[in-house]
């Protein structure tokens, strides 16, 4: 499944890096939103949601959709 983050809407709240550190840090380069870590981008492929789906229910403004 591809998860995408839509940098549009991150407020940059870092709830999602708080729980799902694994996955996602905050971007000082780019207003401090959201990527992952892994490619430093805003969409990611995985097998398993693992914390991810903590930082889907975390954030506020549900900037984090899943596409299967
Ligand atoms: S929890 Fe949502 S709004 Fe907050 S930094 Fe993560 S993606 Fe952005």
Do not use: R, T, W
């Not at 996955?23 to 000082?28: A, C, N, Q, V």
């Amino acid at each position: 499944m591809k998860i995408i983050i839509d940098q549009e809407e991150c407020i940059g709240c870092g709830s999602c890096a708080v729980v799902c550190d694994k996955y996602f840090e905050l971007d000082g380069d780019n207003d401090n939103n959201a990527h992952f870590k892994a490619n430093k981008g805003n969409e990611l492929e995985i097998d398993n949601l693992e914390c991810i789906q903590e930082a889907i229910d975390i954030c506020p403004i549900q900037a984090i959709e899943v596409k299967e």
